[in-house]
């Protein structure tokens, strides 16, 4: 699981520039994350289309306007069948309707910033976990790292110890081996 919050955290972070985040502060590593995160900016443009859809959604159909010919013959001479029209209708749909529409409109843009905001702090709890992660991963390399200078002064001290005959030749090869 720790691996997975690694590779979320670097895969989010490489469209962000390295000069755009203090790697030093975790809520710089949020901010740049949140601004990268692809999910973010998918949900951020439903969100904007949805809330261009809720003033339509309330609104009434547009006119129409209509104009043809009907029955017309083939033969041109006698134009007698032919009728010509012009108009213009409209739908008409009641306001209960066209309210209950725009709400349904307004419900899904609330639907959709709830859903950005959990999305939102989803991306940062990922992000702070990889940051303490690796955080965590340093310190264990910079830990592993001290105990590997330790013991090696360990085996120094011990192999001068044996050549200048203060212990037998076993602790010298008990020092070596525990390095």
Known sequence: MKYVHVVFFAVTLTAVPAFAVDW????????????????????SAQLRA????????????????????????VDL??????????????????KSRRDARRRAAELEVESLQKGLEVRRAEV????????????????????????????????????IRYEAGAVPQADMIRAMLEQ
């Open 124 to 159: 940062e709890r990922d992000v702070r976990t990889a940051y303490v992660d690796a955080a965590a991963a340093q310190d264990q390399v910079a830990a592993t790292e001290e105990i590997a200078r330790v013991l090696q002064s360990v085996s120094d001290s011990s192999r």
């Open 77 to 94: 001479a006698h134009d007698f069948m032919t009728m010509r029209m012009v108009g213009v209708s409209q739908t008409v749909v009641l």
């Open 24 to 43: 030093s502060n975790p809520d710089s590593v949020v901010q740049a994350a949140i601004e990268a995160d692809p999910s973010l900016a998918a949900r």
């Open 50 to 73: 949805a809330v261009e859809r809720v003033v339509p959604a309330g609104s009434l159909p547009n006119p129409m306007l209509m104009g043809g010919i009907q029955n017309r013959r």
